[in-house]
């Protein structure tokens, strides 16, 4: 018996000398494919590992996500096939392009859209967004890309409302948070909580509500697609109002992609070509 003791001690004794010989602590590191230095790999600017930022983060996804609307003929809406379209689609889609990464579409009602930029959500909001102080504030845009006027519209039978002014105490069809919201507010009309300018011209066909205070671009665009359709203009905003697009405070080196391709498409007649599209003329100005 104690010569099988003496045997099992002997043998644990070499395994462990063996085990001590495959923990080298003092060996160098192997490198690592691609990289014979040992060093971590060099990543080009605004690509690779996201060290660029915003834009790098993008580059390294491959999309661009945008928070859009989906409901807001003719910036963002769906065609009769069902497709996602508009104005500022076909703006975001051509942007994301010469970023070198693909447009991917997150649709969100109106007043949830900027949270869901706060959320991290996406990556930008393509909406028709106005420029204001308010959201200055808190948030980048991009260069401005579209003008456009307030305007308020009323069944053509309607003789009450002919100004701003005539909105206190009428029904006026509007998204809660947007700047036509404020406007409707402020002449003291009662807000009727919509998701977009559709809904707003289902309700004031159907005489539940009085009044929307929208886009002149959505109204034209509206009276090109049905223009028999029972509506009219009663008043405009003096001032034309800018929009752009929507970008998290200090994402700058994504905001200067995207400005730098705004300005090529104005440059080589992409924006345009959009723009008639839509529109039939240039609506930067």
Not at 61 to 66: F, H, K, V
Not at 84 to 107: Q, S
């Amino acid at each position: 018996m104690k010569k099988w003791n003496l045997v099992a001690a002997i043998l644990v004794i070499v395994l462990m000398i063996a085990g001590c010989g495959n923990n080298n602590n003092n060996a160098e590191p192997s490198p690592s494919p691609g990289n014979a230095q040992g060093t971590a790999p060099e990543v080009s600017p605004g690509t690779g590992n996201g060290g660029a930022g915003a834009l790098g983060a993008v580059q390294k996804r491959g999309s661009l996500l945008i928070g859009t609307e989906g409901t807001y003929a003719p910036f963002s809406f769906h065609d009769a096939s069902g497709a996602l379209t508009g104005f500022d689609v076909d703006i975001a889609r051509e942007i994301a392009k010469r970023i070198g990464v693909k447009a991917e579409f997150v649709e969100t009602q109106w007043d949830g859209m900027i949270a869901g930029l706060d959320a991290k959500r996406f990556d930008a909001v393509f909406n028709e967004v106005s420029i204001n102080d308010e959201r200055k504030a808190k948030y980048d845009f991009s260069s401005p890309y579209i003008a456009s006027k307030a305007v308020l519209i009323v069944r053509k039978d309607n003789t009450d409302i002919k100004s701003f002014a005539d909105l206190k105490g009428k029904k006026a069809g509007q998204t809660l948070t947007s700047n036509l919201g404020k406007i409707a507010k402020e002449n003291g009309a009662e807000i009727v909580d919509i998701d977009g300018f559709n809904q707003a011209i289902d309700l004031l066909n159907s005489k539940r509500i009085d009044a929307t205070i929208n886009d002149n671009l959505s109204y034209l665009d509206l009276k090109k697609q049905k223009p028999d359709i029972p509506l009219k203009v009663v008043d405009e905003e003096a001032n034309a109002s800018q929009s752009a697009g929507l970008f998290r405070k200090g994402e700058t080196d994504l905001v200067d992609a995207v400005n730098q391709a705004l300005a090529d498409m104005q440059k080589d007649g992409t924006y345009l070509s959009i723009s008639k599209k839509y529109f039939g003329e240039d609506v930067s100005k």
